[in-house]
């Protein structure tokens, strides 16, 4: 059985969005912490936005 080297090209555009999408995933995936639950409050949709309901 032969083991297989895989060499990355951080070069190319194809790995810096592989990376972005990546770390995007990564801020994502983690819940808030307190404070910035404080800094950030929930706040309505704009009427532009949403359908009218009746």
Do not use: C
Request: glycine share 8%; net charge positive.
């Amino acid at each position: 059985m032969k083991n297989r080297v895989i060499k990355i090209n951080t070069k190319g555009d194809q790995w810096k969005i592989q990376q972005l999408f990546g770390e995007l995933a990564g801020r994502l995936d983690r819940l808030p912490d307190a404070d910035e639950v404080r800094r950030n409050p929930l706040r309505s949709a704009p009427a532009g936005i949403t359908e009218m309901v009746f």
